[in-house]
């Protein structure tokens, strides 16, 4: 099974990518693990949408071609970031012009939310990125992983997962491979 990773965060070690990593890690020998590249997108725009640009082309073929997705955000302002929600408008956008019956990237996709961030543990930005994929049509995994970052990670730059943080995001790599299989 292919799981598409897809970190809402741009920094390339950020606490995030980090979570991601780790959740990498207990997919071994599970599932094909593969991270979505997408700082080269254009922001959304109707005037090129048709034909996509080469690098909307590849990112939702990358997610076509996944069995799942695994998003990890961090939290800006009580929400996801926008980057995060220019790639999922993108991969929201019929693939045929003119023809919504034709379906997304994502359309009937499973996907599995996590996210790194303050005293909030990404909830604020979970919850809203539930709802955009639900209303998306994306199919979401009950089981979220929140991780909450203290001042020492802050200072140092290293994300540290408590055991609990740990046990549930292991709970959460298991839910998602059933899910998919």
């Known amino acids: 099974m292919k799981i598409l990773m897809i970190v809402g965060s741009m920094r390339k070690e950020s606490f995030n990518m980090q979570l991601a990593r780790e959740a ?9 693990v593969s991270f979505l590249s997408y700082g080269d997108i254009p922001y959304m725009n109707q005037d090129i949408e048709y034909p996509a640009p080469e690098s909307i082309a590849r990112v939702r073929a990358e997610a076509q071609s996944a069995d799942g997705l695994w998003i990890f955000t961090p939290e800006y302002n009580h929400s996801f970031p926008g980057v995060l929600k220019n790639l999922l408008d993108w991969l929201s956008r019929p693939l045929v012009e003119g023809n919504r019956a034709a379906g997304t990237a994502v359309s009937g996709k499973k996907a599995a939310i996590s996210g790194a961030a303050g005293k909030s543990a990404a909830a604020f930005a979970r919850a809203q990125l539930r709802e955009l994929l639900g209303f998306m049509g994306v199919s979401v995994l009950e089981e979220e992983t929140g991780a909450t970052l203290g001042a020492e990670a802050f200072m140092s730059g290293k994300l540290s997962l408590s055991g609990e943080e740990l046990s549930r995001l292991r709970k959460q790599a298991e839910a998602f491979t059933d899910l998919l299989s």
């Open 24 to 32: 990498e890690k207990l997919l071994e020998g599970k599932a094909e």
